[in-house]
């Protein structure tokens, strides 16, 4: 079972135990948050939100903050010996997927959806 999430203009694909480098967030480490914005719940019976799917939500451990990939800034003009070089690292929050809860009842759905019967 998977899950698209939105948070703060990003949307991302995340399964239980994945870990994911989100936007820098001012969270401790082994704290937990919730990812709120749940577009889409994919698995064997797929439930797409309209925006977001009712009652579902993300929870997720922070691991810790890290950073990204060094990107080099190299400005020049043409023919007037006028070179800079700078460079920039993103700071992100990693965090650890902990589990996919699909209803506001708080259950906790994990793998397949097998044996499950709709009420009738």
Do not use: C, W
Not at 54 to 81: E, M
Not at 88 to 106: G, M, N, P
């Amino acid at each position: 079972m998977y899950a698209i999430v939105r948070d703060r203009g990003m949307q991302y694909r995340v399964e239980e135990g994945q870990a994911l480098d989100i936007a820098l967030l001012d969270a401790e480490p082994g704290s937990e948050i919730e990812l709120g914005d749940v577009l889409l719940i994919g698995g064997e019976q797929p439930r797409v939100g309209t925006p977001t799917v009712d009652g579902a939500k993300v929870v997720a451990t922070v691991l810790g903050t890290i950073k990204g990939d060094k990107i080099v800034v190299f400005r020049y003009k043409n023919k007037k010996r006028y070179r800079r070089r700078t460079g920039h690292r993103q700071e992100y929050t990693r965090v650890s997927i902990s589990k996919i809860i699909v209803d506001a009842d708080e259950q906790h759905v994990t793998g397949s959806m097998e044996g499950e019967t709709n009420g009738a």
